[in-house]
């Protein structure tokens, strides 16, 4: 089965889907339930948010009219003065799966015979089960437990405190949380779920020290930030990898969020502009050094500790159409003063870039388009060390708010690249939110 008889097939399922399954606007996810609110008062495309959507997350999950009213009213019920929510309003489900999916040059029937075509059919992808809400005035959470290939594990798990001093200028995120949060391209919740920004996920030290970070993943940590209607200031620190510190640094960064405001620019409210700024210090050799035994090695045979201090900057921006036009562009320029962990430390840049344009001409459409591109300086036989580049178009269409089917096609034009390397991607994905 070739690939263009698959992507027609996969767009067949799509089409035969929007004609058969009713669209109906009414959604029946936890936030919906809480608020009374249908879920694109928060959403573009879930789990896409738009601008009101981004403030109530920065508002500890609490509508701005509510938390200027009497709180108690938020919570149905009192208890002798604890203030409780209803189960329902807190708890949620959200389901992934990819029916159909192939993949070119992924199957070889032999050794020795050439790569052929890999048909993929009803792929259970993951279970998630979130736990998020306010439970007082200015404390909120969010948990998310994810099965996948019979194992478990969080991605995020923090507190929200927030309107402090009856401020929005002093909130605090703690817990495993994003240094992206807040900004104009976060790489998270994004309008096509399946896909990231793989510019932000490129790891200090190519992944091989004790505490390689990338830019964007979920790491535990304190983050502040402040907001108004016209920008959001954040600061944050980390240990790393791991609450407990790894080695004797920590990693730091910040952002200014620059929001137009409504009414500035007809139509364009909520459009953003970022610059970020991510440092740290990753690790080799840290402590004494242990045989296969765990047996402490002689002194002779103790390394010294290696360092590689990095940097990360991220210019960005969000154009925002009336809910119909969801544009996000970030340029990254990375820096690591001993990228190779080595004795003879030389530095190691690169830079890259990642764009996701949206487009919803009514309430079950979104077509969209992704793109990728980083590479660095250094090279291997005139080939960048890091060399990447993916567009990938889609189709979506919105069965009810919180149910999509979506049609991806990844193309890999990863320029210089073998072509017997060159994996292209299309797949129908199915997402849940409840």
């Not at 405001?261 to 440092?279: K, R, W």
């Amino acid at each position: 089965m070739n690939l263009s008889k698959i992507s027609f097939i996969a767009m067949a399922l799509l089409v035969v889907v929007s004609f058969v399954m009713p669209s109906n606007i009414n959604a029946t996810s936890q936030w919906a339930r809480k608020t009374g609110l249908s879920c694109n008062s928060c959403h573009t495309v879930f789990p896409r948010l738009n601008s009101f959507g981004e403030e109530y997350l920065k508002n500890g999950y609490q509508l701005m009219t509510t938390y200027k009213k009497d709180y108690k009213e938020a919570y149905p019920i009192e208890a002798g003065g604890v203030l409780l929510d209803e189960v329902s309003n807190i708890f949620g489900f959200r389901l992934n799966m990819t029916p159909i999916a192939l993949e070119t040059k992924s199957f070889q029937e032999d050794f020795g015979k050439e790569k052929t075509t890999k048909l993929t059919l009803g792929s259970a992808v993951w279970l998630q089960a979130f736990v998020a809400g306010s439970i007082y005035k200015d404390i909120s959470f969010f948990s998310e437990l994810e099965y996948a290939k019979s194992s478990f594990k969080f991605n995020w798990f923090y507190f929200n405190f927030t309107n402090l001093l009856n401020t929005q200028l002093l909130n605090f995120q703690v817990g495993n949380i994003s240094p992206l949060e807040f900004a104009s391209y976060p790489n998270r919740l994004p309008q096509l779920p399946n896909l990231k920004g793989e510019i932000f996920l490129l790891k200090s030290s190519a992944g091989k020290g004790e505490t390689s970070m990338d830019m964007s993943s979920a790491r535990p940590g304190v983050q502040y930030y402040g907001t108004q209607d016209w920008a959001t200031v954040y600061l944050g620190v980390s240990p790393g990898t791991s609450a407990a510190s790894v080695n004797q640094f920590l990693n730091y960064w910040g952002g200014l969020v620059l929001k137009l405001p409504e009414n500035v620019l007809q139509g364009f409210d909520g459009s953003t502009a970022t610059i970020h700024y991510y440092n740290g210090t990753d690790t080799k050799y840290t402590g004494a050094e242990k045989d296969a035994t765990g047996k402490e090695l002689p002194a002779d045979q103790q390394k010294a500790q290696i360092e590689n201090s990095f940097t990360r900057i991220s210019p960005q921006i969000n154009i925002r159409y009336k809910d119909m036009i969801d544009v996000q562009a970030a340029y990254v320029a990375g820096s690591d003063d001993n990228y190779g962990l080595s004795t003879t430390a030389k530095e190691f840049k690169y830079s890259g870039f990642a764009l996701e344009a949206g487009y919803m001409p009514s309430e079950i459409w979104h077509l969209a388009v992704h793109y990728d591109k980083y590479t660095s300086e250094d090279e291997v036989n005139g080939i960048p060390v890091l060399n990447y580049q993916r567009v990938v178009p889609s189709a979506t269409y919105v069965v009810n708010q919180n149910i999509r089917f979506t049609v991806y096609y990844e193309k890999d034009i990863t320029p210089d690249k073998n072509e017997d390397l060159k994996v292209d991607k299309t797949y129908l994905n199915i997402r849940v939110m409840f």
